[in-house]
């Protein structure tokens, strides 16, 4: 094998080891949050159902939570054993996000430990409340840092380059560079509508399986209600992030959109296939990419041409946006009719087919999650670290990539199985009537 | 002091915290595995249960700490590690992945399950072997450079005596550490069962640590001069470290006083750990790589230790947290409440 395949294997194994981990990190830095507000809303409304299901969650997360760890811990080290060369040079510049996401997961991790561990030992739910709050924190933190650290891949700076060396090195600059608000900001959005749409799915779902219990109902109506906030939020960061774009990586916008001759009123390109020239099959919505680009219809848009060949994102990145977008602007619609409909008493919105909607909504919304991680990360192509070095300068030159991403691959197969077969012998096993009548049972036995 | 020193002894203290606590858990899933083959795991396995499961996650932590702040203080061991590494710690993660993620499963899923158990057992063995192997590689002889690029030689390393005296060594104190603090919780537990058989294990295991020890020193003269010379001028600090560990092991004999002994294992394994780092250094990859010459810029450096202090502040209280509630809690430590989710 020669260090092409490596660089090839390399590639691979970094993008299946994220796609597995991003789907356990999602939820691990949503769910905290949803779990404290339903915690809160319970001490609030003084309802027992939310404690519940502040409880019912925790029990989950716990699972979904090891898989992140452990997948987590397998990316951080990937990042020295794939790309040494990449990890020499940035870790002269961008270590101080890393470090400081270590502190935040640990944090976490000291915090969910007293938080599972210590539910029959406080009397008081307050109490039980705030050691939820440092979970919460520590979890969106550690999501910030990392993001810090992608965005800086994109956006690099804080830094002079002098005879090749990297010299004047301001680490606090390297952190604050242009990609970070609009990455940032998009990730934990995105994080939160995720759970909370899931969570709607997982509600829905039980209803649909024939549960009438009022705590579905309160589940269900609660995560809609935050997946509807947080959804539109992703959708206004996501218009910052395109006008980010445009400024700083014009490239990954205009292969997004196939975008190729410059031109001012430039129109926005649904679905559709290339073949590198001619575009078929597409809608076309006019003066829509300048909007999208400069909040100006009649504005000019960079077109892929201006660039050189062998450095622009490779086409099929169109594909993945129109995913990432087509999913999110359903999820908002989607969730806007069901609390809407909610005030006004629309009935349809409680209709088999209507759930059967928000239950396809949790799924799909994780796969917009990979279309937009992998949109982003493709995006930039041919660069490892944007402008400064190429993915194929920073790869390891082992010979045992191929041999490691297979058993990678059988990890996450096992894990990803595990976690599933677990979850739901957790929850068939114990239904929300059987705690119920449980817990019922033990206050009484108190009485006695 | 300078920054390069400060950088390596807070990591190296990572280190240590690591090879202990993961000690713990990797012994415990061991011991928990072999007296469910020899049908003694209810005496054990509520012990076990009871400590690992609020602190599974935090001890994991401590390894990403380490491997994080190394690359970020020292940038080039990322090229150097990074690249010659990637087989045995690949599979090092790997195992570690399923044992930890088969903790969270076994406990909350389907309890009791013998399959993952053994599996569980024995990754606990295999891991410190797989992840021992850095310290032999630090050592030098079995990384070579060719064509600028640095290349480890398997077939050296795994021939090597001084590679199995390094695994020998893993293994033993692994079990040793493990049975000595879970004999002073099983005791503070009240627990006479559990107590009696660790105590056991714990004496047991004190022979092949001893006999690994001096194994090493022997394979090091003949490996690396250097390095054994440098051990050599620090000799008081092993004999301190020995007599520690002859103490820990006539109080365990006299099952008097498992909370001192607990101490003087830590301060055993402390001494042990501190004067193998001092005599390794100036280098962190013999002969190719030292701490001068691939310590990270100065303004990176003083960002990386304003952020440890910091972050350090915030560790402390929580972690002292978790020792009250979770090590020094009488109700809990005796499993007399229901404790969980």
Known sequence: ?448 | MNLEILGISVLWLFLFGYVIIASIDFGAGFFNAYSLLTGRQHILTHIIQRYLSPVWEITNVFLVFFFVGIVGFFPRTAFYYGTTLLVPVSIGIILLAIRGSYYAFESYGSRGHKGYSFMYGAAGLVIPAALSVVLTISEGGFISMKKGQPVLDYWALFTSPFTWSIVVLAISAVLFISAVFLTWYADKAKDEGATRLLRKFALIWAGPLAVSVIGIMVELRKHNPTHFDRMVDVWYLLVISAVMFLITVRLIWKRSNYGTALALLVGQFAFAFFAYGVSHYPYLLYPHLTLYDSFTNEAMAIALVIAFILGFCLLIPSLYLVLKLFLFDKDYVRGKEKNHV
């Open chain 1, 1 to 448: 094998m020669d260090s092409g395949n490596a660089v090839f294997f390399s590639r691979v194994l970094t993008e299946v080891t994220l796609t597995f981990h991003i789907i356990y990190a999602t939820i691990g830095v949503g769910i905290p949050l949803m779990i404290m507000i339903a915690q809160w809303v319970g001490i609030k409304k003084n309802d027992e159902h939310y404690i519940l299901l502040a409880r019912r969650l925790a029990r989950g997360f716990v699972i979904t939570v090891a898989v992140g760890v452990v997948t987590g811990t397998a990316i951080g080290l990937q990042l020295s054993l794939l790309w040494p060369n990449f990890m020499q040079l940035a870790g002269n510049v961008i270590a101080l996000p890393l470090f400081m996401e270590t502190f935040a997961f640990f944090f976490e991790a000291i915090f969910l430990g007293i938080y599972l561990y210590t539910w029959d030992r406080f009397e008081n739910q307050k109490k039980h409340l705030l050691l939820l709050i440092p979970v919460a924190i520590g979890a969106s933190m550690s999501a910030v840092f990392i993001t810090i650290v992608n965005a800086f891949m994109n956006a690099p700076q804080g830094f002079d380059v002098v005879n090749g060396q990297l010299v004047n090195i301001q680490p606090i600059l390297a952190m604050l560079n242009p990609a970070m608000p609009t990455k940032v900001g998009h990730v934990l959005v995105t994080a939160y509508m995720t759970s909370a749409f899931v969570l709607a799915a997982i509600a829905a779902f039980r209803m649909l399986k024939g549960s009438p219990h009022l705590y579905h109902k309160k589940s269900l109506f609660l995560y809609m209600k935050l997946g509807l906030v947080f959804s539109l939020a992703s959708l206004l960061i996501g218009d910052f992030s395109a006008k980010y774009l445009v400024k700083y990586q014009p490239e990954k916008l205009a292969a997004a959109e196939w975008h190729f001759e410059t031109d001012k009123g430039a129109s926005l390109i649904l679905f559709g296939v290339t073949d590198g020239e001619n575009i078929k099959y597409a809608i076309k919505v006019p003066y829509a990419l300048s909007i999208l680009a400069h909040n100006n219809p009649f504005a000019e848009v960079t077109g892929l041409n201006e660039f050189p060949r062998d450095e622009t994102p490779p086409l099929y990145i169109h594909y993945l946006f129109d995913t990432m977008v087509m999913i999110g602007t359903f999820m908002i619609v989607l969730s806007a009719v069901y609390v809407f409909g909610k005030y006004k008493n629309w009935n349809f919105i409680s209709s088999r087919w209507f759930r059967w909607l928000i239950v396809a909504g949790g799924p799909l919304t994780v796969i917009a999650l990979e279309a937009g991680w992998w949109l982003a990360e493709v995006g930039r192509q041919p660069w490892i670290l944007y402008k400064y070095m190429k993915v194929a300068e920073a790869a390891t030159t082992s010979e045992h990539v191929d041999l490691m991403l297979v058993l990678f691959c059988l990890l996450y197969l096992i894990l990803g199985i595990g976690s599933i077969v677990v979850l739901g012998r957790m929850f068939r096993k114990n239904p929300i009537e059987q705690e119920i009548a449980d817990r019922e049972a033990e206050k009484g036995g108190d009485f006695t």
